[in-house]
């Protein structure tokens, strides 16, 4: 088993930066691909981008590619989101996952959730 833990949502205008964590505890995080993903009221999850277990690999939302950031940290178990020009329509609850294989962008690859943290973006 897996637990995850976000931090660091709020509510910031519109043009800045947040920065999300990941903290995970049980089996051994570096085994694990780790995702992250939002979900807008009225609207399904979306898939925003994923890391490989060393860090070496990530990959991107094309809707998010060049504001946000994905990284890892092994050995204090954590994932991060760095989010930077904030819009709006960013404004969702993000939550971080686990996968025991290999990066997916798909929902129902990943085995283990958090249970998120509230991001608001005003105008």
């Known amino acids: 088993q897996v637990q995850l833990v976000e931090s660091g949502g709020g509510l910031v205008q519109a043009g800045g930066s947040l920065r999300l964590s990941c903290a995970a505890s049980?089996?051994?995080?570096?085994?694990?691909?780790m995702g992250w993903f939002r979900q807008a009221p009225g609207k399904e999850r979306e898939f925003l981008a994923t890391i490989t277990w060393s860090g070496a690999t990530t990959y991107y939302a094309d809707s998010i590619k060049g504001r946000f950031t994905i990284s890892r940290d092994n050995a204090k178990n954590t994932v991060y989101l760095q989010m930077n020009s904030l819009k709006p329509e960013d404004t969702a609850v993000y939550t971080c996952a686990a996968r025991d294989g290999p990066t997916a962008q798909a929902a129902n690859k990943y085995d283990y959730w958090g249970r998120g943290t509230q991001v608001t973006v005003s105008s």
């Open positions: 049980g089996r051994t995080f570096s085994h694990y691909a």
